[in-house]
């Protein structure tokens, strides 16, 4: 039988929700956080489909699990969950795991303002502004990112021959710009994002070899993110994010705007300590920067980093029941 109780902290990032679950942590073996993310996979995979899938969660869910530090000079760990599986690293999830456990005081820096953050993508450094008892904002100085592929030509059928490269910013991403048959983000409705979305992701991971040099488990083509004019003042870019089956990031996405910053530095059109507003289909926005340059295996690579803000927007207790059901949840896709 397979029962628990989870209390969660329920909250937004620029618009995407993520759930803090704050109790029923399985006791996760490894060395370093992707390790334990498999373990965590291979095991305990209910847990995130439990909580993320409907009825008790949605398309666009997105959690997390707070752990003990695996470094010595880190703070904490974080385990993603949502419900396209255990992302190696979220930028949205981790402004919003931070933001709902400092201000439910679950966590507390070893030095105020600053965290060093262990993720299954590596090792993070958050920056971060708080007012009393809320967080004002979080900045992630996210895992270096670098372009994957250039100007690879897709047949999508129905659709056309489309131009996209792919990059890392802690996943990879198909990213599409602007082209014959893509005529920009604001042109489409999320209808056709979430129509076309799964194909050219289908397409592209079959036909291109994405797999991180330094973390074999990290690898496939797991997002698509789509480029278009703006909405916002002071934007300098806007895209809508897939991932899932049918899930569009409502925030500007933290990995996919670091794997933006990086195709952008891979093709001259973004340098180092350049800022770069990006906007997402709604209009919010994160501020990333080109920190540093750096090489990941043969690539050329940035450290990239992200702001953004989140807020809480409630607490609840789910319980699960294998007596029910829908316990292990279901998608509608």
Not at 75 to 90: H, K, N, Q, V, W
Not at 113 to 142: C, H, M, R
Not at 235 to 264: E, H
């Amino acid at each position: 039988m397979l029962k628990g109780t989870f209390f969660c902290v329920d909250a937004h990032t620029c618009g995407n929700p993520v759930r803090l679950v704050t109790s029923g942590h399985p006791n996760l073996i490894g060395r370093n956080m992707s390790e334990k993310r498999q373990h965590f996979l291979n095991e305990y995979d209910w847990i995130r489909k439990a909580l993320m899938f409907e009825p008790r969660g949605h398309d666009m869910m997105s959690g997390a699990f707070l752990y003990p530090p695996c470094s010595d000079n880190a703070d904490a760990s974080i385990l993603f969950i949502e419900t396209s599986g255990c992302l190696p690293m979220c930028g949205h999830g981790t402004i919003g795991t931070i933001t709902a456990a400092i201000e439910s005081g679950l966590l507390t820096a070893k030095h105020p303002g600053k965290l060093t953050i262990d993720v299954p993508a590596g090792q993070i450094y958050i920056e971060y502004q708080q007012t009393g008892s809320k967080v004002d904002w979080v900045k992630i100085f996210n895992v270096p990112a670098y372009l994957a592929h250039r100007d690879v030509i897709l047949d999508i059928p129905e659709l056309g021959p489309l131009k996209i490269d792919v990059s890392y910013g802690g996943n990879y991403y198909a990213i599409v710009d602007p082209q014959q048959n893509f005529p920009g983000l604001r042109e489409w409705s999320a209808a056709d994002i979430l129509r076309w979305s799964p194909i050219v992701r289908e397409i592209a991971d079959q036909n291109l070899t994405c797999v991180h040099p330094q973390d074999p488990t990290v690898k496939g083509v797991s997002h698509v993110l789509w480029t278009g004019d703006t909405i916002s003042n002071g934007s300098q870019g806007a895209n809508a994010v897939f991932y899932g089956d049918k899930a569009i990031d409502r925030s500007p996405c933290g990995t996919g705007t670091s794997a933006r910053l990086a195709q952008l530095y891979a093709k001259g059109q973004l340098n180092v300590g350049d800022q770069y507003t990006h906007e997402s289909i709604i209009g919010s926005q994160f501020i990333g920067r080109i920190e540093s340059a750096t090489q990941i295996g043969e690539f050329e690579a940035i450290n990239p980093s992200i702001q953004g803000w989140a807020r809480i927007t409630g607490q609840n207790t789910i319980t699960v029941d294998d007596d029910d059901p829908y316990a292990f949840g279901f998608q509608v896709v």
